[in-house]
């Protein structure tokens, strides 16, 4: 009878057991999927999951700064490290080489694309989830921030037949949207479409994409070898390294394709001057490109809990000096531009923040925030721009190799607006915030 007993005992164990194993891989799938879902809600654009002395921490990317959210204990980082290899098509016993994958993942309703990189470090092993939206529709260039003179520059450069359209900025700045929306729309209007890219980050609709893969054998310079014989409207190089491949882009342009390329750069300058180093021939970047787009991002205020307030008068000087050193100058062309956005879309049921006299208020975050932005006071980020179009004077200054001190000096006085002054009127819109902007660099703070 005792025997019996134990027998059932040890059979009741046996099956716990059982039961506690086939729900961890159940909970670990759904914490992934809670950690993923979290972070999209928060608009993050990748989530960083750290190993630490005896836990793990869980930072967010959002509007350019990371937020340490939470910790998991080592047992469940490991189990979530494992479920992300498994999931990312990745060996799941490998933990002393770097790895790269993805993985599909929805979230009400929506597709994303989410990019796994593994590192081994001291620690453990770090990973980095990137967020990317897979939403076929292509984003409007209003959308993105693009309003006025620069939207019109936009639109003029994507009729042209050749040439070269730069879009440069730092890391997570959007330069993918905009060549996304500037590339579905010449796709939508029956061109053909090719790209050579590392990674492929947006499906463009009508578009013939090639992915780097240097394994097999096929490099930036072999695709676009063989996109030149595709008889192609528009080729985009994203990125754009011109390192034995300079030659191939003169070669299409001089054809007649219009080349798209995306770089790392702060402004135009630096972006223009990277290609000439690079060994894009002086002549042809005087003569072909035609379009530079520097990009910038700040977070965006909460539209639920915003403040509006009046500025004093410092500010108001300070502002000023971003536009002109006559105060009565700058103040009109203030108003003017600000005018233009609000016709353009920007904030439309908004009234203007300036008149012809002054500045009459600004706008901050609510310090204590809401539930809607996560009690932070700012919730998404939004675009800033520099448009610089191709004209005779910008031509002389690079056939003449003036530096780029020259070279910015005339992007300043041929530019639409700078990237705080575009920074300024969205600020004034009540997109953004004084604190945001101050941390924009001008032309002569980076000199």
């Given at each position: 009878m005792k025997n019996i007993k134990r027998l059932l005992l040890y059979a009741l164990y046996y099956i716990s057991t059982m039961q506690t194993q086939e729900k961890k891989p159940i909970a670990t799938t759904a914490r992934l999927r809670s950690i993923i879902d979290y972070g999209i809600s928060l608009g993050a654009k990748a989530i960083h999951l750290e190993p630490r002395k005896g836990s793990m921490a869980i930072r967010y990317r959002v509007s350019g700064s990371l937020k340490e959210e939470r910790h998991l204990s080592l047992s469940e980082y490991n189990a979530?490290?494992?479920?992300?290899?498994?999931?990312?098509?990745?060996?799941?016993?490998?933990?002393?080489?770097?790895?790269?994958?993805?993985?599909?993942?929805?979230?009400?309703?929506?597709?994303?694309?989410?990019?796994?990189?593994?590192?081994?470090?001291?620690?453990?092993?770090?990973?980095?989830?990137?967020?990317?939206?897979?939403n076929p529709k292509p984003p409007s260039l209003q959308s993105l921030g693009f309003w006025g003179n620069s939207l019109k520059n936009i639109q003029q450069a994507l009729?042209?037949?050749?040439?070269?359209?730069?879009?440069?900025?730092?890391?997570?700045?959007?330069?993918?949207?905009?060549?996304?929306?500037?590339?579905?729309?010449?796709?939508?209007?029956?061109?053909?479409?090719?790209?050579?890219?590392?990674?492929?980050?947006?499906?463009?609709?009508?578009?013939?994409?090639t992915q780097v893969n240097h394994k097999n054998g096929l490099s930036t310079e072999i695709g676009l070898r063989n996109i030149l014989l595709q008889d192609a409207d528009a080729i985009l190089i994203q990125p754009l390294h011109l390192k034995n491949i300079s030659e191939l882009i003169e070669s299409a342009i001089q054809k007649g394709h219009l080349v798209f390329g995306s770089l790392h750069a702060s402004d135009s300058a630096e972006a223009i001057h990277h290609l000439i180093n690079s060994g894009l021939d002086r002549y042809s970047a005087a003569k072909h490109i035609q379009l530079a787009i520097t990009h910038e991002q700040v977070r965006a205020l909460c539209n639920n809990c915003k403040q509006a307030y009046s500025p004093t008068e410092e500010e108001v000087k300070a502002l000023l000096r971003e536009f002109s050193n006559k105060e009565k100058q700058a103040i009109e062309q203030l108003h003017i531009l600000e005018m233009a956005a609000?016709?353009?879309?920007?904030?439309?049921?908004?009234?203007?923040?300036?008149?012809?006299?002054?500045?009459?208020?600004?706008?901050?975050?609510?310090?204590?925030?809401?539930?809607?932005?996560?009690?932070?006071?700012?919730?998404?980020?939004?675009?800033?721009?520099?448009?610089?179009?191709?004209?005779?004077?910008?031509?002389?200054?690079?056939?003449?190799?003036?530096?780029?001190?020259?070279?910015?000096?005339?992007?300043?006085?041929?530019?639409?607006?700078?990237?705080?002054?575009?920074?300024?009127?969205?600020?004034?819109?009540?997109?953004?915030?004084?604190?945001?902007?101050?941390?924009?660099?001008?032309?002569?703070?980076?000199?």
């Open positions: 979530l490290i494992a479920q992300i290899k498994m999931k990312s098509n990745l060996k799941i016993t490998e933990h002393s080489s770097a790895q790269q994958g993805f993985f599909h993942h929805s979230f009400k309703k929506n597709a994303y694309k989410i990019m796994s990189a593994v590192l081994p470090v001291l620690d453990g092993e770090k990973v980095v989830l990137h967020i990317q939206h897979t009729a042209l037949h050749q040439g070269l359209i730069i879009v440069s900025g730092k890391k997570n700045t959007g330069k993918s949207a905009t060549l996304f929306s500037m590339l579905s729309t010449l796709a939508s209007s029956g061109l053909s479409v090719a790209t050579i890219e590392d990674p492929v980050r947006h499906i463009i609709k009508g578009a013939h994409q609000k016709e353009s879309g920007l904030a439309a049921e908004r009234k203007l923040s300036t008149s012809y006299e002054t500045i009459h208020q600004l706008w901050k975050a609510r310090p204590s925030g809401c539930q809607n932005c996560n009690y932070k006071g700012y919730k998404g980020s939004i675009g800033i721009f520099e448009i610089v179009r191709s004209s005779t004077e910008l031509q002389k200054i690079l056939l003449a190799n003036l530096g780029r001190q020259s070279l910015r000096n005339e992007i300043k006085r041929s530019s639409t607006l700078s990237l705080k002054q575009d920074a300024i009127i969205k600020m004034l819109r009540g997109l953004t915030s004084m604190n945001e902007i101050t941390g924009i660099q001008t032309f002569q703070e980076q000199d």
